[in-house]
């Protein structure tokens, strides 16, 4: 698995994001079954400039704490089965790799919501990852039954991983 990351910011976080990035990120596509050795990037951004993607991608102009921006489309959640029929641009030519797609996210945001959901940095941060890993593997929640499974899988994460609200 190759999880690239950085941070676009001067904010330095205090604890290993990279890290906590790589174990989230591997236990959620262990948790979905993914038969893939995969490639995920991370984006540490700001509050305006997650904004201004936000507009442009979405229009929706307003900062938000996290983006996800699949690179596969599933039929199904998870379902990993029709990857290499749908397309071959999904797989990193060099190493095989199947790239899921990237993930920006606020630093700005992840601050402010750790201060008022009171918990670490750490557990927002793990829990904005394993939100959008899921968001990657072709998870929403644009419908309430959608939003219940999708929350549960990440809690289920975040458990194993004994990420709990502190």
Same mark, same amino acid.
């Given at each position: ?9 001067? =904010? ?12 989230? $990120? ?21 509050? &305006? ?23 596969? %489309? ?10 290499? @029929? &749908? =397309? ?12 899921? $797609? ?17 918990? %670490? ?16 593997? $072709?998870?929403?929640?644009? &419908?309430?039954? @959608? ?16 990420? =709990?609200?502190?």
């Amino acid at each position: 698995m190759t999880f690239y990351a950085e941070n676009e910011t001067h =904010t330095e976080l205090p604890f290993a994001w990279k890290e906590l990035f790589q174990k989230v $990120g591997e236990a959620v596509l262990e948790r979905e079954g993914c038969p893939y050795e995969a490639q995920v990037s991370l984006i540490l951004t700001d509050n &305006e400039e997650i904004r201004q993607i936000n507009a442009s991608t979405r229009g929706i102009d307003a900062a938000t704490d996290v983006l996800s921006f699949p690179n596969i %489309s599933f039929l199904q959640p998870a379902d990993f089965s029709a990857v290499e @029929e &749908e =397309t071959a641009d999904c797989f990193e030519p060099d190493t095989g790799e199947l790239i899921l $797609g990237e993930i920006i996210l606020s630093i700005d945001k992840l601050q402010e919501q750790a201060l008022a959901y009171g918990h %670490s940095l750490e557990r927002e941060f793990a829990f904005l990852v394993a939100h959008s890993m899921l968001h990657l593997c $072709g998870y929403d929640h644009m &419908e309430p039954e @959608e939003e219940e499974v999708m929350f549960n899988r990440q809690e289920e994460v975040l458990q194993l991983l004994k990420i =709990t609200r502190d």
